[in-house]
């Protein structure tokens, strides 16, 4: 067990979650073990085990500037907090709130979500199958509320309503923010590639990197690489930093079902290289290009409230498109949008939700394209703020 | 065609005054306290030709909802009586969203004692049954006694008549379909049930199999040829904007499931999408379980199907996923099981002959997974070769009980037993095992151990974590936590099957998202967390009923193939043998888990708490 706990502690730490080894995890068969079982918050967490049925548990207060985000927007929030990013949008629906960090408090809301921020304590998520559940809903969470504090405070600098305190914790969070990515990282492996062992090995490589550099969060993007008409892409639900065993092969020609564990953008993947001269993709998560996606200056838009689904202007980002497109191959489905908004561009920003960036022969160009437009769309955003 | 029909033979003017009664009391009921559910539910009595409606109180659907749970709680006081005891209860109940917009609604379970293995039997079946059966006002049918005479049922709205059935005996399904087509939705037998085949299948609608549990010999039992059902009502909603906002999370999260909507997903190949993944995670079994991929399943996979019979999608009522797949020339193509099972599992490398048995086992009412595993295990004791034309003779042999046939129709449990070596039936409880080898996936291995209703693929389903990756990936080679996952999942699958809803959905969905949609139907407010304990108390009922029926520890275990003997191959990522000291623990905190005493036995004390007693 102490394995288990070591795996998704390190997980946490590595992608900026929490500060070394903050977090109690719990985990239960037989009988329920905790990863650090002297902590007093123990005895106040087991009960959830017998009044929820569910498996595992994570506790911990995030890393900053996490915390003193969701800090805020919990002490400022009546009833849950209503992110309007993909993640929240597809998987979490809202983000509740607890007053104690007590069973009684607790039960009542994780009976009906995945998570519940506590006022003062953080965020208690839980699963039903493994630890990889509350790491996952954790990360996510942290992501929602990043990109709607500043969502929220751009609009509200735009407005002319901002507060003094917003501001206060708004430049208080900026200044602890990382830096941002102002070398080219060190060069990934030079295509093209013919053979497999290559090409798997310079997949799993630009996803470290990616997640290594802070771009984004393990758990946000895919990738993929086309080589002898099979798409080689990550499996659904892995981590970009971890992907060794998790890249399925599709066939171009549909002669095999064995990506059916492939990446639900693989309709956008496939879109992508039969629609382009590209070869490598690379999508992501980065936060300031999800935020920059829902800004929006048009007014009295008959399609506000959906932008993510319809919307009728060609609109751009730092010369970047911003299209709609929900996850996966439904009619709203951003493979419908993503490959031809790719054409003679750099990338796309999918609205509230990530950024596709393609290269003919490796990945280098599709990660410096990814890191550019992130970088260009966190300017861009201050800038913005600046004038609000 | 012409049938001779009788009415039920009850003085008919008092009959009329009690249905009115009953359905002015059932009115009341339903505007005052009912929505999702009618509160109605169909008594047929064979022995009278008789029936009458059952009100149930509320509480009792807000306890076991409907579906598997409500069928469960009216069969529990005869589960001790032998399947063909007449007063063993058949039953066909929906849930409180079918009939209504929630996603995958079109469902029902049918109920019995099963012939085959002596557990409860249960099936949750698509078509259009259960749809037709809340239409009429219903919200199950629960059948005893036994008809003098082959007859039919024929349900409309409110009205049921007993049709003689006697000419129609050894009608095939696709024939009697034929002939019933304008009489709704239909739930028939074929002639494997009516010749006594212990894992005949009641048909729906032609094409949607109530299987694993031998219920057509259920219904064949009390001469039952036939059930028809067509209704005109409504199920009444408490929010139907509710519900649309409940559905658009639904969708949403299924149109982002790669299993289900995405390039290869079941939506575009049916349930055959998962061939080709069997194959490669050496999971396929093959030559009845002797080894774990198929030569030849490159050419035989769901892409292959396609491309030479080019099929058409088709799906249960109110269902957007439509995974059922029908040929240009009309024949159901097979599901992954069938596709499995009629190839790797009896070695059989060719595509028509797959076909061919899929489609003679679906239209005389016989069990594709069971039929097929009969088989492999009879190749494996002669030594024979399956070649096309013995498949499908011995498959005729089996459906009319002719020479060899008459034992393997008993299944493979009583047929090694019969040839002296009980080892060669890859069965749990008595049910053959399905598509997935348990050495290549340890949660599958404690999951088929433990199922109620033997070794069941689908009370768990731990295929979604362990190969398909959903919710989140699990480690497929090892049993930590598996005991609390396979319990937790055992819960949620119960309530699918009680709500009456599709499991495929949980590939995307969760029981999060559907308590809101039930919420949004009855009126309501409940949690996933508060569903998931009613299927817990679902699942326990159903251990109680094993129980009594003699069902300890030493049913709910694999067969010795699985921990002895090695992959008899040179591939070194065949998978090991299970560690058999493993398995046990994993089983022993299951029990644990479970609230069941060291030998798998229910207690008092977790039965009280679950309020089962």
């Excluded at chain 2, 340890?442 to 999951?447: E, I, K, R, S, V």
Aim: net charge neutral; glycine share 8%.
């Amino acid at each position: 067990m102490e394995d288990i706990f070591k795996t998704y502690l390190t997980k946490m730490v590595h992608n900026g979650l929490i500060d070394g080894g903050n977090a109690l995890l719990g985990l239960a068969d037989a009988k329920l073990d905790w990863s650090h079982p002297d902590d007093p918050a123990c005895e106040t967490l087991a009960p959830l085990f017998d009044h929820l049925n569910i498996n595992t548990l994570i506790f911990a207060k995030p890393a900053e500037p996490y915390w003193t985000i969701i800090d805020y927007l919990a002490q400022n929030a009546v009833g849950p907090i209503t992110p309007n990013d993909c993640e929240t949008r597809t998987f979490l629906h809202d983000l509740p709130v607890a007053d104690n960090l007590t069973a009684e408090a607790l039960i009542p809301i994780l009976r009906h979500r995945k998570s519940a921020i506590v006022r003062n304590y953080g965020i208690v998520t839980y699963g039903t199958v493994s630890l990889e559940q509350p790491f996952v809903t954790f990360s996510s969470v942290c992501f929602a509320c990043f990109v709607k504090f500043f969502s929220d405070f751009l609009l509200e600098s735009k407005s002319g309503s901002l507060d003094d305190n917003k501001r206060k914790i708004f430049e208080s969070v900026t200044a602890m923010l990382p830096e941002p990515i102002q070398t080219r990282p060190p060069e990934l492996a030079r295509g093209p590639f013919t053979n497999e062992k290559d090409l798997l090995h310079a997949i799993c490589q630009a996803g470290k990197q990616v997640v290594d550099l802070g771009l984004v969060d393990s758990s946000f993007g895919n990738i993929s690489y086309c080589a002898n008409d099979i798409l080689y892409i990550s499996q659904t639900g892995s981590f970009l930093d971890d992907l060794a065993d998790c890249i399925d092969p599709c066939p171009l020609d549909g002669s095999s079902c064995a990506g059916i564990t492939a990446s639900s953008e693989l309709s956008a993947h496939m879109g992508i290289i039969k629609q382009t001269d590209c070869r490598a993709i690379l999508h992501g998560h980065p936060k300031f290009s999800v935020i920059l996606s829902m800004d929006c200056d048009v007014e009295c838009c008959e399609h506000r409230g959906s932008c993510h689904k319809f919307c009728p202007y060609d609109r751009n980002v730092c010369a970047i498109p911003v299209v709609s497109g929900e996850v996966g191959t439904g009619p709203y489905g951003l493979c419908h949008n993503v490959p031809k908004a790719l054409h003679d561009r750099p990338g796309v920003i999918v609205y509230g939700h990530g950024v596709f960036t393609t290269a003919a022969t490796d990945f280098n160009q599709a990660l410096h394209k990814l890191i550019d437009i992130e970088s260009q769309c966190r300017i861009e955003y201050f800038k913005k703020t600046l004038k609000g | 065609m012409h049938l001779a029909y009788y009415e039920k033979t009850t003085d008919a003017a008092q009959q009329r005054i009690w249905t009115f009664y009953e359905a002015i009391k059932s009115e009341l009921k339903r505007i005052t306290l009912m929505f999702g559910w009618h509160g109605n539910i169909l008594r047929i009595d064979l022995n009278r030709k008789s029936f009458e409606f059952d009100t149930p109180d509320p509480g009792l659907y807000h306890k076991f909802i409907g579906g598997r749970g409500l069928a469960g709680y009216f069969l529990k006081n005869q589960i001790t009586l032998s399947y063909n005891d007449p007063d063993m209860p058949v039953l066909f109940f929906t849930g409180p969203l079918v009939n209504t917009q929630s996603p995958t609604s079109g469902r029902m379970t049918i109920m019995s004692r099963s012939p085959l293995t002596g557990t409860i039997g249960d099936s949750s079946v698509g078509g259009s049954f259960g749809t037709m059966l809340k239409k009429t006002g219903f919200d199950g049918i629960i059948i005893t006694g036994c008809s003098d005479q082959l007859c039919g049922i024929e349900i409309f709205d409110d009205k049921i008549r007993f049709v003689s059935a006697t000419a129609l005996a050894g009608q095939t399904v696709s024939e009697l379909n034929r002939m019933l087509k304008d009489k709704g939705a239909t739930a028939v037998i074929g002639p494997a049930a009516e010749n006594g085949v212990r894992y005949s299948n009641i048909m729906i609608d032609g094409h949607y199999t109530a299987g694993r549990m031998g219920l057509g010999l259920n219904l064949a039992t009390k001469n039952i040829k036939y059930i028809t059902v067509k209704g005109t009502g409504k199920t009444p909603v408490a929010d139907p904007v509710g519900l649309k906002t409940a559905d658009k999370d639904i969708f949403r999260l299924v149109s982002a499931s790669p299993a289900l909507m995405g390039d290869h997903g079941i939506s575009r190949f049916g349930t055959g999408a998962l061939y080709d993944l069997m194959d490669a995670r050496h999971m396929m079994p093959t030559h009845n379980f002797r080894k774990t991929r198929f030569e030849h399943a490159a050419a035989l996979n769901a892409p292959a199907f396609h491309k030479r019979f080019m099929p058409k999608s088709t799906g249960c009522h109110g269902c957007h996923i439509r995974c059922k797949k029908i040929s240009s020339d009309g024949r159901p193509l097979p599901e992954f099981e069938s596709m499995s099972h009629f190839s790797a599992l009896i070695g059989n490398p060719d595509m028509e002959t797959v076909m061919a048995a899929n489609q003679f086992c679906n239209d005389h009412g016989m069990d594709t997974i069971s039929a097929a595993s009969t088989l492999a295990c009879y190749f494996e004791l002669t030594g024979k070769h399956p070649a096309t034309e013995n498949i499908m003779a011995l498959l005729s042999d089996i459906v009319f009980q002719k020479g060899i046939g008459e034992q393997l129709g008993q299944g493979s449990a009583q047929f090694a037993q019969n040839f002296g070596f009980p080892e060669t039936a890859m069965t749990v409880k008595r049910l053959e095992l399905p598509g997935y080898d348990p050495r290549g996936a340890y949660g599958m291995a404690l999951a088929y151990s433990v199922a109620s209703r033997g070794g069941c693929h689908l009370r768990a389903y731990p295929v979604s974590h362990e190969i398909l990756r959903k919710p989140v990936p699990t480690d497929r080679f090892t049993f930590t936590g598996k005991a609390k996952i396979i319990k937790l999942q055992e819960d949620v699958n119960a309530m699918a099957d009680s709500l009456t809803v599709c499991k495929f959905i949980f590939f995307a969905a969760s029981i999060e998202e559907y308590a809101n949609v039930y919420s949004a139907v009855t009126g309501l407010k409940i949690s996933g967390q508060e569903l998931m304990k009613i299927g817990e108390r679902i699942c326990y009922q159903e251990r109680i009923m094993n129980a009594k029926n003699g069902f300890t520890a030493k049913d709910d275990d694999l067969p010795k193939r699985f921990f002895e003997q090695p992959e008899s191959c040179t591939d070194t990522n065949a998978p090991k043998p299970i560690n058999r000291e493993d398995f046990l623990k994993a089983r022993a905190a299951y029990y644990v888990v479970r609230g069941l005493d060291e030998d798998g036995m229910p207690t008092k004390e977790k039965a009280e708490a679950l309020g089962l007693i």
